[in-house]
């Protein structure tokens, strides 16, 4: 696994992965709960569950489950419309190659995770950037001016942590059925904030246009990447979907539903509050050891996903990132995520907190240390070699 | 899981996953062998082990035990030029993206299963068929009189099992060498058959072309869909893979490169021998159960993989095929494996063998007896409402 010269997140998150201290991705690292633990213990017995049991039926208790402590009681479990896959990015593809087939103009939201504009583009679909602090029906009714076929939202966003609450969906959906666009949602951190938790089904299903909505385990629970990623399509769909998965895959694992069955059953039994309190304890520890430098700003108080976005002040985000990185101190910076125009990211670094303390700790200290360094000398300000 | 009207070979699999009797898929779906439980035993483990080791020599340990396994010890390890994902069909995937921007016109093998064909032209690739039956140097030269980027071949090939050895390898190589086309292997099957491991990357890496192989250790070993795909590459390559790869992941489990060096180990060390004695013993209950019937014919007498193709000769075969899956029989109608010209393929229907043995004496005897009523009866040639 090697990485020449990066050309977006994902590829700084693959440098990072085995760095002395790794806060670049957003993938969970924290260690098992002992309960959690007990989940994995069984594993093994979970190869005999999967013999005995339906394909079917273990699919319907994983989505339900999960769906369930999510707060999505109204999803379609066991209608045929929600198609698993390994990983959200799976799916991101194959929703991406079905617009490309038939809603090729896309309003994106700005800024988001890079992979998401990026698979829209390699499929050819044309987007144009949706702001995040635009995100009234003002500002969706001046983006959908244009030519557009469908509304692609992250929420909560990542960055940012910015939630899409119940009374915005409403409008938004209502003006996306209205004017015959597909909305499509990306809900992959929604288990970290239960703001994001009311039932989206109950409310789309209510309105009846069409959508997509990409569910993920991926970012909350160290399964070491043993996740699921679920599509969710309404019931009026032209996007050919599950053609376009069944060029991919025939199944995702027996077991990873019946891991994803446990995580999900302990979540809603204690398992996410224990989660939110962790995110919760490490933001903390950030905010405390950073929120006293005159050069360090928390953009995003109201956040509680797993990652935390601070802002460099005095201009030297890039350089700082730059000294982290050449210490085995890896923290994201923030322009790719600003997929339209990356320097309005540029003084942004994101640090992941599903980590253990030690790694958050050890993470600020470093950052704290260049940080007043900084502001004792005047070093010359550089660009980073990348991005 | 629903399938509608089913459009491809794996709809027509993801029908087939709960059924009665599954010979659909070639997906292993045998029991584990006592070593390999005792593989999977140790996975609650492999938690500690990911938690105490870099992924980096986690993925260099499974990909050279896998490679050994397969008689690939020159295969890249550890130098960057190989990229692990959840499944092979990931992998054609982010290929098949990278020729779209490079290599557009690509000659691919002919027959062949069908996810391959869908997604070059999902991705906009102009496909030129290259019949398997013309794999020598005249044949290659013909088809690359046309304008041609890229040689795509299947070896083993499925449905037909069908090696290409290595005196045609090197011919092919140094022809697409010479030529400048880009040589694609896909080698999912080659663990199943000794003839496919003679060391392609020592070939090609001599002869200096630019190739990309799709390894595969989906086919082999009832891991339950935990498993990987890998792309090597060429050191001389003028796709993107690595970037395009990094749109859909950040990395593959830790957890299943522990298994898959579980389980190549095993291989190795006698587990190799048992499948092959397995998938053998298999096939002999197969051809000796149907080999007397005067309308059945063995297409494919030297083949070794965990799957075995069968000509109906009296031109029942879609008959045969609706009535066996209207009684919870499924076998794999061998239309859509031309890609070309399906019509070449509608007397054929292919049986999975990586399966219990009784399930393949309940699938010939389904078939035997759906034989012998036709051999009996007149019945009204239909063409089946799908494919």
Not at 112 to 119: G, K, R, S, V, Y
Not at 219 to 248: C, F, H, Q
Request: hydrophobic fraction near 40%; charged fraction near 25%.
């Amino acid at each position: 696994m090697g990485v020449g010269r990066p050309h977006n997140l994902t590829e700084l998150e693959i440098l990072a992965v085995d760095a002395d201290v790794n806060v670049a991705d957003g993938h969970p690292r924290q260690q098992l709960t002992p309960s959690q633990a007990a989940v994995v213990g069984r594993i093994p017995e979970m190869f005999e569950v999967a013999a005995a049991t339906s394909f079917e039926a273990l699919e319907a208790r994983a989505h339900r489950a999960f769906m369930d402590a999510v707060g999505q009681y109204r999803a379609p479990v066991g209608t045929g419309r929600m198609l698993s896959c390994y990983a959200s990015s799976v799916g991101i593809d194959v929703v991406a190659r079905c617009l490309s087939e038939r809603a090729r103009n896309v309003a994106l939201i700005h800024p988001t995770f890079d992979n998401i504009p990026d698979l829209l583009k390699a499929w050819s679909v044309q987007l144009v950037p949706l702001e995040e602090s635009d995100l009234d029906i003002r500002g969706v009714e001046r983006i959908a001016a244009d030519d557009l076929d469908c509304l692609w939202l992250t929420t909560p966003n990542n960055p940012s942590g910015c939630v899409v609450d119940e009374a915005r969906l409403r409008h938004i959906a209502e003006f996306c059925a209205v004017r015959d666009l597909v909305l499509v949602l990306d809900t992959s951190f929604r288990g970290f904030d239960r703001r994001a938790q009311y039932d989206t089904y109950a409310l789309l299903d209510e309105i009846g246009g069409e959508y997509v909505v990409i569910e993920d385990t991926g970012k909350l629970w160290p399964t070491l990447e043993l996740k699921l990623g679920i599509v969710v399509y309404s019931p009026r769909n032209r996007l050919r979907l599950e053609r376009a998965m069944s060029d991919v895959l025939l199944s995702v694992s027996p077991v990873v539903l019946q891991l994803v069955e446990g995580f999900a059953t302990d979540a809603a039994n204690g398992g996410f509050a224990q989660l939110h309190g962790h995110i919760a304890d490490n933001r903390c520890r950030l905010r405390e050891a950073l929120g006293n430098l005159d050069a360090v700003r928390v953009v995003d108080n109201g956040t509680r996903i797993s990652v935390e976005r601070i802002e460099i002040v005095n201009g030297h985000a890039p350089q700082l990132w730059r000294e982290l990185s050449a210490r085995g101190v890896h923290v994201l910076p923030c322009g790719p995520f600003h997929w339209a125009r990356p320097s309005d990211g540029e003084s942004y670094l994101r640090v992941a907190l599903g980590r253990e303390p030690e790694t958050i700790e050890r993470a600020v200290s470093e950052i704290r240390r260049s940080m007043e360094k900084h502001s004792q000398s005047r070093a010359t300000l550089t660009k980073p070699a990348l991005l």
